[in-house]
C-alpha cells in the first residue's frame, strides 16, 4: 500500500491568479507534485526489496531517490498551504501573528531585510532550487536556506515554515526566463497565518529535538 499521498490543494487552479496562472498550478500539483509522491512510494517499495533479498548494489541511487522524492513532496505540501489569493503584505501583531514578526525581526533584523534576503536565496538558486524560511532549534532563530534540488544545502533538524519553489516548472510558462519578477509576485500570496502557524509548530517541536538525554 502506498504510504504516501498527493494532498488536495486547498483552493481551485485559479485562485493565486494572476500571480500564479491556473495552468501552471494544475499543472504543477497534479504532474510535478504527483510525481514526487509517486517516486517516494516507488523508492520505498524498491528498498523494501533491497532488504528482502539482501541486494545492495543500488544502495545510493535508492537512498538518494528517497531524499529526493520525499523532499519534493514535503516542500510541495508546504508551498501549497503557505499561499492563499487572500495572502500577501507581511506579518503584523494586528493579524494575530505578532509572534513571528517578532521571530523575524529578531533574526534578520527587519521585514525588509528578510525579504530581501529570501528573495535574493530563492532567486539566485543554480539549476532548480528552493528558497526556504526555516526555524533552527539550536539558537532559537529563524534561518533562510537556499535549498539544491529539494534536498541538499539544508541545515539537520530545521523545519521549513515557508517555502518559494524556485524550480522552473513553478515559473516558466508565464513568467518565462524572469525569475526574479516571479519570486517578487510571490509576496503577494504568501499567507502569513500559516507560516505562523507553522512557525508555532516548530518551534514547540524544537525544544523535545534538544532533550538531553
Ligand atoms: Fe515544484
Known amino acids: 500500500m502506498a504510504l504516501y499521498t498527493l494532498p488536495e490543494l486547498p483552493y481551485d487552479y485559479a485562485a493565486l491568479a494572476p500571480v500564479i496562472s ?3 498550478v494544475e499543472l504543477h500539483h497534479d504532474k510535478h507534485h504527483a510525481a514526487y509522491v509517486k517516486g517516494a512510494n516507488d523508492t520505498l517499495e524498491q528498498l523494501a526489496q533491497a532488504r528482502e533479498e539482501e541486494a545492495w548494489s543500488s544502495i545510493n541511487g535508492l537512498e ?5 522524492h520525499l523532499s ?12 492563499s489569493g487572500d495572502g500577501g503584505g507581511e506579518p503584523l501583531e494586528k493579524d494575530g501573528v505578532g509572534e513571528l514578526a517578532d521571530a523575524v525581526a529578531e533574526s534578520f533584523g527587519s521585514f525588509a531585510a528578510f525579504k530581501a534576503q529570501l528573495s535574493k536565496a530563492a532567486a539566485t538558486t543554480q539549476g532548480s ?21 529539494h534536498q ?27 525569475k526574479v519578477d516571479f519570486i ?12 505562523a502557524r507553522r512557525y508555532a509548530a516548530a518551534k514547540e ?7 538531553a538525554p
Not at 532550487?129 to 534540488?149: C, F, H, K, N, T
Open 22 to 24: 491556473p495552468e501552471i
Open 64 to 68: 538518494k531517490n528517497l531524499a529526493f
Open 72 to 83: 519534493g513532496h514535503i516542500l510541495h505540501s508546504i508551498y501549497w498551504r503557505n499561499m
Open 129 to 149: 532550487g528552493w528558497g526556504v524560511l526555516a526555524y533552527e532549534p539550536l539558537s532559537g532563530r529563524l534561518i533562510v536556506e537556499q535549498v539544491y534540488d
Open 152 to 178: 541538499g544545502n539544508v541545515g539537520q533538524g530545521s523545519t521549513p515554515v515557508l517555502v518559494f519553489d524556485a524550480w522552473e516548472h513553478a515559473f516558466y510558462l508565464q513568467y518565462r526566463n524572469q
Open 184 to 195: 517578487e509576485a510571490m509576496w503577494q500570496v504568501v499567507d502569513w497565518q500559516d507560516v
Open 205 to 211: 517541536r524544537g525544544d523535545s529535538l534538544l532533550l
